[in-house]
């Protein structure tokens, strides 16, 4: 099982799934609860997408080197 990635605001992010997004930025976080397991709801504003809202869990989402951390997956 994968350790879960605690996304914070500020952080800069990489949908895997939607290269053409671009780097996202993360605007807001709110913890929530799905099916008795920690999640997290992220409000990330994208160059080429605007603003989107995605379940940490659902997204496959990388961290971007050069903002201070390692790159994850949730």
Known sequence: MLNPVT?????????????EWGIGVVSRVEVLTR?????????????????????????????VEGTGAAEHTF
């Open 35 to 63: 099916a008795g397991m920690r999640d997290q709801r992220l409000w990330m504003k994208f160059g080429a997408a605007g603003l989107k809202t995605l379940l940490a869990s659902a997204a496959d989402l990388e961290i």
């Open 7 to 19: 996304f914070t605001q500020g952080m800069h992010l990489r949908h895997r799934q939607r290269p």
